[in-house]
C-alpha cells in the first residue's frame, strides 16, 4: 500500500516538475518575443527619423542648387546683355570708322589732283625758265656750281685746312692727355739692377771660414752659384758678383743659411744650395702670383705662373722685367679704358707681352716668338697672342696690339728707367757662357769678375785632362774671333772627379 502510494507520489510529482519547467519555459520565451518585438519597433522608429532627416536634406540641396542656378542664370543674362551692348558699339565705332575712311580717301584723292597740278605748274615755270635762260637745268646747276667754286674756293680751302689743323691739334691734345693721365695714375719706382751684392757679415773672422782650406769652400760655392765672391779689406762684408740676379740671389741666401747654421764644409755647402733653391722655386711661384693679384687677372695655370715670376730676376736695360710688366698691364687697361677697347684683353696682354723673357736664356729665339710659343702651350687665344707678343711690330695687327705696344714705350722710355751699358754689359757675359757652350763635353759656364774670366766645368767622363787644355784653349780661339771685348778674358777649364760611396 505505501509502495503504491510512493509510486502515486512520484508520478504526481512528476507532472508538476513538467508542468512548472512548462510554465516557466513559456514565460521565459514570452519575455524573448517581447524584446525582439520591441527591438523591431525601436529600428522602425529610428528607420523613419533617418528617413524624414535624409529627405530633409535632400529637400535643402535641391534648394540651395535651384537658387545657385538662379543665380547663374542671372549672371549669364547680365552677361549676355553687356556683350550684346558692346558688340552694337563696335558695330557704331566700325560704321563711324568706315565713314573717316571714306572721307580721308576723298581728301587724299584732293590732295593727288593738286600734287599733279603743282608739278604741271612747276613744270611750266621750268620750262619757262629755261626757255629765257636758255639753259637747262643740269646746264644751270653745272654754271652756277662752278661760279660758286670759283668766287669761294680759297675760302674753302682756307676753311678746310683751318678745321684740318683744328682737328690735328685736338687729337694730338686728347692723345698726351691720354698717355699723361694713364702715366701719372699708373707710377711705379725703378731701381737699376746692379751686378754685385753685398753680404753683411758678423766679424771678419767669418771670411776665413767662408774661404775654408785652400779655398775649398769659396771655390764650392762658385762652382755650385756661378757668381764671383770677392773677399776682400773691407771689414765684415764680402761681395757676390754675377750679372745674373738670380744667381746672386742663390749665392746670398745660401751664405746667409752657412753663416746661421756655423757648419761651413763642401758638403753642407751643397745641401744648404739645394734647400735654398727649393725655397727660391716657390718666391718665384708667389712672385707670380702676386704679380697676377695685382694686375687683377685670375684663371692662370700654375706653371704659366712659375714662368711669370721668373721675371723678377730678369732685367731689361736694367728694368726689373716683372715690374715692367705689371706697369705695362696698368697703362695698357688704363689706355684701352679711354679709347673703349677691350680692358680685360689689354691688362692681360700687357703683363704677358715679354714673358718670353722668363726663358730667352734656355731657348733660342727672339722673346716675341717666345712668347708666342708659350701662349699657344696655354691656350691663348690668337687676339691675346696678337695683342701681346706684337709690340715689336711696326705696324700691330689690332688696336690692342698697338695700346700694348704704346704702353711698352711708356714704361721704357721715362727718365731713369733703363740703361743702356748696363743691358749691353749683360748681353756680352751672355755671349761669353753661350760660347763656352757650344763645345761638347762642357757641362756648366759661368762668366764672373765682369766679364774677365770664365769658368768652365766639363764632364770627366768624356773630357780629360789633355782634352781639357785643348779644351781651354779652342773657347779662348773662338772667343776671339767672334766676340768683342775690352781688355783680355781669362779662361779656365775645370774638371773634376767626384767617387761617392757610403759605409752602412
Not at 697676377?292 to 730678369?314: C, N, V, W
Not at 721715362?414 to 757641362?443: H, N, W
Not at 785632362?465 to 775690352?486: C, F, G, M, S, T
Not at 781688355?487 to 775645370?494: A, M, N
Amino acid at each position: 500500500m505505501d509502495f503504491i502510494i510512493f509510486v502515486i507520489a512520484l508520478i504526481i510529482g512528476f507532472f508538476c516538475g513538467w508542468f512548472l519547467r512548462h510554465v516557466k519555459a513559456s514565460m521565459n520565451q514570452n519575455s524573448a518575443e517581447m524584446k525582439a518585438e520591441n527591438t523591431l519597433k525601436e529600428a522602425k522608429t529610428k528607420q523613419q527619423e533617418l528617413l524624414l532627416a535624409a529627405k530633409e536634406k535632400a529637400i535643402n540641396i535641391i534648394d540651395e542648387a535651384k537658387i545657385e542656378e538662379q543665380k547663374r542664370r542671372t549672371e549669364i543674362q547680365s552677361t549676355q546683355q553687356r556683350l550684346e551692348k558692346r558688340e552694337s558699339m563696335f558695330d557704331q565705332k566700325l560704321l563711324t570708322l568706315e565713314q573717316k575712311k571714306e572721307v580721308l580717301q576723298k581728301k587724299a584723292e584732293e590732295i593727288e589732283g593738286l600734287r599733279k597740278e603743282i608739278v604741271d605748274v612747276k613744270k611750266e615755270q621750268l620750262a619757262k625758265l629755261e626757255q629765257v635762260a636758255g639753259l637747262d637745268t643740269e646746264r644751270a646747276k653745272e654754271v652756277l656750281l662752278k661760279n660758286v667754286e670759283k668766287r669761294m674756293g680759297e675760302a674753302l680751302m682756307s676753311r678746310v685746312k683751318k678745321l684740318e689743323q683744328e682737328s690735328s691739334e685736338i687729337y694730338d691734345e686728347k692723345a698726351r692727355r691720354i698717355l699723361i693721365d694713364a702715366i701719372q695714375r699708373c707710377s711705379m719706382s725703378h731701381a737699376s739692377d746692379t751686378t754685385s751684392t753685398v753680404i753683411a757679415l758678423p766679424s771678419d773672422e767669418m771670411k776665413g771660414r767662408i774661404i775654408g782650406r785652400e779655398g775649398r769652400n769659396i771655390k764650392r760655392i762658385e762652382e755650385l752659384t756661378g757668381v764671383e765672391v770677392i773677399v776682400d779689406d773691407t771689414p765684415e762684408s764680402i761681395l757676390i758678383s754675377a750679372f745674373s740676379p738670380i744667381r746672386r740671389h742663390l749665392a746670398k741666401r745660401a751664405l746667409e743659411k752657412l753663416m746661421d747654421d756655423g757648419r761651413i764644409h763642401p758638403a753642407r755647402i751643397e745641401e744648404v744650395i739645394e734647400i735654398v733653391k727649393k725655397e727660391l722655386s716657390g718666391e718665384i711661384r708667389r712672385a707670380g702670383e702676386e704679380a697676377l693679384y695685382e694686375a687683377g687677372i685670375a684663371g692662370i695655370d700654375p706653371k704659366l705662373t712659375q714662368i711669370l715670376g721668373r721675371l723678377r730676376y730678369r732685367t731689361s736695360y736694367g728694368q726689373n722685367v716683372l715690374r715692367h710688366s705689371i706697369e705695362v698691364s696698368f697703362l695698357s687697361a688704363l689706355i684701352a679704358e679711354e679709347l673703349g677697347a677691350d680692358v680685360a684683353l689689354c691688362r692681360k696682354a700687357g703683363l704677358f707681352h715679354d714673358i718670353g723673357k722668363a726663358l730667352d736664356h734656355d731657348i733660342q729665339g727672339t722673346h716675341p716668338e717666345i712668347g708666342r710659343d708659350i701662349g699657344n702651350k696655354f691656350g691663348f687665344s690668337k687676339e691675346l697672342s696678337d695683342a701681346a707678343f706684337c709690340h715689336h711690330d711696326d705696324y700691330p695687327p689690332t688696336i690692342a696690339a698697338v695700346i700694348v705696344k704704346v704702353a711698352d714705350c711708356i714704361s721704357g722710355g721715362r727718365p731713369g728707367a733703363r740703361k743702356d751699358s748696363y743691358e749691353q754689359y749683360v748681353q756680352r757675359l751672355e755671349e761669353l757662357e753661350d760660347t763656352a757652350k757650344s763645345f761638347e763635353g762642357v757641362q756648366k759656364v759661368y762668366a764672373i769678375q765682369a766679364g774677365r774670366e770664365v769658368r768652365v766645368f766639363v764632364e770627366p767622363g768624356k773630357i780629360d785632362d789633355y782634352a781639357a787644355h785643348e779644351l781651354a784653349r779652342n773657347v779662348a780661339l773662338k772667343i776671339e774671333q767672334e766676340l768683342k771685348y775690352p781688355g783680355e778674358i781669362k779662361v779656365t777649364v775645370i774638371r773634376e772627379m767626384r767617387i761617392i760611396e757610403y759605409a752602412r
